[in-house]
């Protein structure tokens, strides 16, 4: 299967509404592909707060709306934070009817109070055991984080230093959530507290986009990118039932089990976007992929391993983190990254001889996870 066109909207806080932003991305893509739209044959659409916060469901019959007189099969996946890398993974499954399949994602998320946005993000949490009790998302990370750095001794330090390259990386994308700040250290050390030991700047914000691939069964260009393997996993959602707080068993499973599919070992990826929604789950998730052993990621963030320029590029649109979470959307911009990578379009965030890259898309706090590997077709 092959990734044939991409495209994404700016991130951050926009005027757009839902159906402005999924069409701009749709349109994106489509420019992007030089693909008749004739040619696509069902759609999915990754949403995850449109019910709660813009009272709109069944939001595959209005995307129906802008392919008129078509009546495609149109589904909407839902996995909370997860749903774009969801989405994609039941588009492939579907590629056994299709030909080709548009996956969209879309979300708004701004405009509304902290205290109605933080409620409607809870919704991903088991009600009994995590939103009555009032748990929000980023306690939950920040009881991750402590348990992580009482195990193997990391620091908030070490967490600061995932957030300096994720605003760095976003400066240098145009399309990033906060592409126009320029974030030092001191900045980061001194925001706010949010959830002990987590700070302003271990939050990934709260974002407006929308993004979207076409897939293929056959190559169109040169430009065309293959994806090798889609695995998707879950676990029990809230932290109550969970053994261990310093892994995600989800996001370990559907790793071993993407490589297994792309027949590649984590140290043949060149680059990946990670689910960092908060600073903590980027060090998580390097070593629920793989990249490094448990207990080890702070070294390999202390000496650069994972800058743009180091031997396992890691985020380098930003990140959830500084290019921004639309929390529908984020699945595909991950992947809509690692096309723009592999394909050589990356401009000053170019990762060099990038030729396997992977997403890892994570919903809730461990609940679901999905990745997926792509690769460069050399001629
Ligand atoms: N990182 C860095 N800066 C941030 C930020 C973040 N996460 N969130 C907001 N800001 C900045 C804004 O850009 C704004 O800056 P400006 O004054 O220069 O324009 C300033 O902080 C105030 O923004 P505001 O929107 O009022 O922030 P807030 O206090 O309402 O929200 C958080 C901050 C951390 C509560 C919010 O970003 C949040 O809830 N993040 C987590 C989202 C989440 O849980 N997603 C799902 C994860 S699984």
């Not at 330090?157 to 959530?177: E, G, V």
């Not at 987590?198 to 709260?206: A, G, H, I, T």
């Not at 260009?221 to 393997?229: H, L, P, Y």
């Amino acid at each position: 299967m092959y990734v044939i066109g991409i495209g994404k909207t700016k991130f951050g806080v926009t005027t757009q509404n839902l159906i402005q932003l999924a069409e701009e991305a749709i349109n994106k893509a489509m420019v992007d592909s030089s693909f008749p739209s004739e040619n696509i044959q069902a759609i999915y659409v990754s949403n995850f707060l449109g019910g709660i916060l813009q009272n709109q469901l069944h939001l595959n019959s209005v995307i129906s709306g802008l392919f008129p007189h078509r009546h495609l099969p149109i589904i909407r996946v839902e996995t909370a934070c997860a749903s774009g890398g969801a989405a994609v993974h039941q588009a492939l499954i579907a590629m056994n009817k299709f030909e080709n399949i548009l996956v969209l994602g879309v979300e708004k998320m701004t405009g509304y109070d902290s205290g109605v946005i933080s409620k409607a993000i809870a919704s991903a949490g088991d009600v009994e055991r995590d939103q009555l009790p009032g748990l929000s998302f980023p306690a939950s990370y920040a009881f991750i984080a402590q348990k992580y750095m009482e195990k193997y001794g990391a620091t908030s330090d070490d967490l600061d230093l995932i957030s300096l390259k994720a605003h760095y990386n976003a400066t240098l994308n145009p399309s990033a959530h906060f592409q126009h700040k320029k974030i030092d250290l001191n900045t980061i050390k001194n925001s706010v507290m949010v959830s002990s030991p987590l700070r302003l700047f271990d939050c990934s914000p709260v974002s407006d986009g929308a993004a979207a691939i076409i897939i293929s069964k056959k190559r169109h260009s040169k430009r065309d990118v293959e994806i090798i393997a889609s695995s998707l996993k879950t676990d029990f959602i809230s932290l109550t039932q969970r053994e261990d707080f310093t892994c995600f068993p989800a996001a370990k499973l559907a790793a071993a089990e993407a490589y297994q599919q792309a027949k590649v070992s984590p140290s043949d990826i060149n680059l990946a976007e990670v689910h960092d929604c908060f600073t903590i789950a980027e060090m998580v998730a390097m070593e629920d992929l793989g990249f490094c052993a448990p207990g080890e990621s702070k070294e390999w963030i202390k000496m650069g391993r994972t800058a743009l320029q180091g031997s396992l590029p890691i985020n380098t649109d930003g990140g959830l983190k500084a290019n921004g979470h639309p929390i529908g959307a984020t699945g595909i911009s991950q992947i809509y990254e690692i096309v723009t990578q592999l394909r050589g379009e990356a401009g000053s965030r170019q990762v060099k001889a990038a030729e396997i890259g992977l997403t890892h898309n994570v919903g809730g706090v461990g609940g679901t996870a999905a990745i997926h590997i792509l690769k460069k077709i050399n001629e």
